[in-house]
């Protein structure tokens, strides 16, 4: 049996993995800032490491997942100043701040359940961690690595790279950097640039804080990762993901923390980043407009793709990219993605026909040895597809050749498809293809069916039958929005 690799963003290559304490693993994943709805791009990384999550826990390991909420502390652009994104968004709607973050925490769990993820095994928020962060400034206050300024604590940067070496994650230069660095407002308070806040002071008006050792404030958005993944899986642990995006400086930061409270430099053992979906060639993307909802895809309601994909549809082209390669989502790719589940699931319904025999014509053990070695070279799905797709083939060779399979063999060809598709890809087969699908396609036919009929009682100015057929769409959940193009119906 091969063993699996893993792609290490720390030392740049594939490496054997091994856990800390088998067949314990311990795996952090940074969430969603419930600020917003989740687009799907933020989705395809929570798919991502729920395909690692899955595959760990089908070679036997004991995986505790952490995957937190980021209810506090993520300023605008990400930087160490302007407002924080959910107080923003509770100030502009005028609820309470934890409104939005149940709000949108809700919505969130909606989706990645639709996407069929599995929930992590602790989902801790930043709120419900506030001792532990203020305890954890202090501590690394006490090690000679933050210092207070003006009611603020900054991690001193350039203290911490006289012993180690900042930029690790990213493979940034602490030189670069410098000369990089723009002047910041606020920068006054830092003694360099690059120092990052760990605990900032709220001023008056701020929403959303608490009482400190250094007066009223919160934390700062590095923070919380580093508390939340120690506290939960130890001072070193095994792995670490996120989206690319989030190398630097998020992840740089939380290992400088790590390294800074603890002492250890190996807080983490294996740093996995997933990449980005993109929108013709662009991240997607709240701040510049690029994105689409999970929820527009699956009801078909927005202009770019020509129909809706179902959830298992998007989950299925998400499996046909290497989740650390870029996935550009198209009405093609999903289309060729609907495609190839269907072919899948036909694969499979033909293994039960295959003729019964003493001898079997496919070699059943060579076919799951390359799903084996493409889920073990670092996770590589769209691999694992492509093997699947040429085991479909040799089955659709056999039932057309009449070629035979022992009772065995079928049994265990079923098995590999209930194993690799269902349980590691975390794809439905059945529901996805005929049950769902064909509904939703037939339940879209009968509403513009319904809007058609609607429209040519209008043309014969039959109002009572237009309005009545309108009235009963509204009362299913149904809007028709007309203008001069014609009909358009949202649910
Ligand atoms: P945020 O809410 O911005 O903190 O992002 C939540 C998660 O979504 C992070 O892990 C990001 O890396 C990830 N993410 C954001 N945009 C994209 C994208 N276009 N494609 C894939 N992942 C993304
Ligand atoms: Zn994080």
Redesign the pocket.
């Known amino acids: 049996m091969s063993q699996l690799k893993v792609y290490n963003t720390l030392t740049r290559k594939k490496e054997v993995f091994k856990p800390i304490n088998p067949p314990h693993v311990g795996m952090y994943?940074?969430?969603?800032?419930v600020y917003s709805d989740?687009?799907i791009?933020?989705c395809?990384?929570i798919v991502s490491f729920d395909v690692i999550y899955r595959y760990l826990q089908h070679l036997g390991y004991s995986v505790r997942y952490v995957r937190n909420i980021?209810d506090v502390g993520?300023l605008e652009n990400d930087s160490d100043e302007g407002e924080d994104k959910i107080a923003k968004k509770a100030k502009l709607e005028n609820v309470e701040p934890m409104e939005v973050v149940q709000r949108y925490t809700n919505g969130f769990h909606e989706v990645v359940e639709m996407l069929n993820t599995l929930k992590p095994s602790i989902e801790p928020t930043a709120t419900g961690h506030m001792l532990e962060q203020i305890e954890y400034v202090q501590a690394i206050i006490r090690s000679g690595y933050a210092y207070e300024s003006n009611g603020s604590v900054y991690f001193d940067v350039e203290k911490y790279s006289e012993k180690y070496n900042y930029g690790d994650v990213s493979g940034r230069k602490i030189e670069d950097l410098k000369n990089n660095t723009r002047d910041l407002k606020g920068q006054g308070e830092k003694k360099c640039p690059l120092d990052f806040v760990i605990w900032k002071r709220a001023d008056p008006k701020h929403t959303m804080q608490w009482n400190s050792p250094w007066g009223k404030g919160f934390p700062g958005w590095h923070l919380e990762c580093s508390v939340m993944s120690t506290k939960y899986l130890g001072d070193e642990f095994d792995i670490h993901g996120?989206?690319?995006?989030?190398k630097f400086p998020h992840h740089e930061c939380e290992l400088a923390q790590n390294t800074a409270y603890s002492g250890q430099s190996q807080s983490v053992k294996y740093w996995l980043h997933?990449?980005?979906?993109?929108l013709n060639g662009e991240?997607?993307?709240k701040s510049t407009g690029q994105f689409f909802l999970p929820k527009q895809i699956f009801e078909g309601t927005t202009e770019l793709l020509e129909k809706a994909y179902s959830p298992m549809v998007v989950r299925f082209a998400m499996m046909q990219c290497h989740y650390r390669s870029t996935m550009d989502l198209s009405n093609d790719a999903l289309f060729a993605a609907e495609k190839g589940l269907a072919r899948l699931k036909k694969g499979l319904e033909s293994i039960d026909i295959l003729k019964d025999g003493d001898q079997s014509f496919l070699d059943v053990n060579l076919i799951e040895a390359s799903l084996e070695s493409a889920m073990n070279d670092d996770f590589n799905t769209p691999v694992l597809v492509a093997n699947l797709f040429d085991a479909v083939k040799q089955i659709n060779s056999s039932v057309q050749n009449e070629k035979p399979i022992t009772q065995e063999d079928r049994q265990k060809l079923k098995g590999l498809f209930d194993v690799y598709v269902t349980q590691i890809m975390g794809i439905q087969l059945i529901e996805s293809s005929k049950s769902s699908d064909d509904s939703k396609t037939i339940e879209n036919d009968l509403i513009q069916l319904a809007v058609d009929l609607r429209n040519q009682a209008k043309k014969g100015k039959d109002w009572e039958t237009s309005d009545l057929i309108r009235n009963e769409l509204t009362k299913l959940g149904i809007q028709l929005k007309d203008s001069k193009d014609g009909t358009k119906w949202s649910k």
């Open positions: 994943v940074c969430g969603p800032t989740v687009h791009g933020n395809r990384t980021t993520h996120g989206g690319m995006d989030l997933s990449n980005m979906l993109t991240k997607m993307s």
